[in-house]
């Protein structure tokens, strides 16, 4: 069963880069033609879709965060992973990384358990 | 962008109650809606696609309906499992979530 887990920083001082990994585990990241997010939920609000790796390479980026975002993918360790540039306060918020669905079932499944990133100095 | 509308923001239902929760979009999206329940503390988790397919292990009192711009998620005889936020999401063009309806026990 596929499985999804974020890691990195919780902490991000403001106008530096927020970096995240998410290891994929119960199956190879390049199976099935599957596409990669990323999602955000500020604390107490609702979701953000943040950015999509497809399995073609191409990215889809929310226009609201495009100019500040990175999506990549690193088959060799079953992983992708974030960044998100110049950060401020309004950054903060629990990340998601997430199965997106392929063409037509653009659904996100599974979720990972998300991790938290406080901006602050 | 389209924009998705959750209403109500929240709804207050009785225990073995039915519960029906709304989702419009801002223009159509065919059947290409999705929902997500999210309970404190936890990822959102997959319930609804296609407007009305179940996700695996989903039980068969959750159901969904609607296409174009209007949306329903109905959920039969609520369990006390059930109370939590729900969210809907459009990937008709590209990928959009409304803001949650709430659901609370009455």
């Known amino acids: 069963q596929l499985q999804l887990q974020e890691s990195g920083p919780g902490l991000v001082k403001p106008s530096e880069t927020l970096s995240l990994i998410c290891t994929v585990s119960?199956?190879?990241?390049?199976?099935?033609?599957?596409?990669w997010a990323w999602i955000r939920q500020p604390p107490g609000k609702g979701l953000e879709y943040i950015a999509t790796m497809y399995y073609s390479g191409n990215t889809y980026y929310n226009p609201s965060l495009k100019s500040r975002v990175t999506i990549s993918v690193d088959t060799s360790e079953n992983q992708f992973s974030l960044k998100l540039s110049s950060v401020t306060a309004a950054d903060t918020a629990v990340y998601y990384c997430?199965?997106?669905?392929?063409?037509?079932?653009?659904?996100?499944?599974?979720w990972g358990h998300g991790t938290l990133v406080t901006v602050s100095s | 962008e389209i924009v998705m509308t959750q209403s109500p923001a929240t709804l207050s239902v009785s225990p073995g109650e039915r519960a029906t929760l709304s989702c419009r979009a801002s223009q159509s999206v065919s059947s290409d809606l999705a929902w997500y329940q999210q309970k404190p503390g936890q990822a959102p988790r997959l319930l609804i696609y296609g407007a009305s397919t179940r996700a695996t292990f989903i039980p068969a009192r959750f159901s969904g309906s609607g296409s174009g711009t209007e949306f329903t998620l109905t959920i039969s005889s609520l369990q006390s499992e059930d109370f939590a936020i729900y969210y809907c999401?459009?990937?008709?063009?590209?990928?959009?979530f409304g803001q949650g309806t709430k659901l609370e026990i009455k």
């Open positions: 119960g199956g190879p990241i390049t199976f099935n033609s599957n596409n």
């Open positions: 997430a199965r997106h669905g392929r063409s037509g079932s653009n659904w996100f499944d599974p």
């Open positions: 999401q459009q990937y008709n063009n590209w990928y959009t």
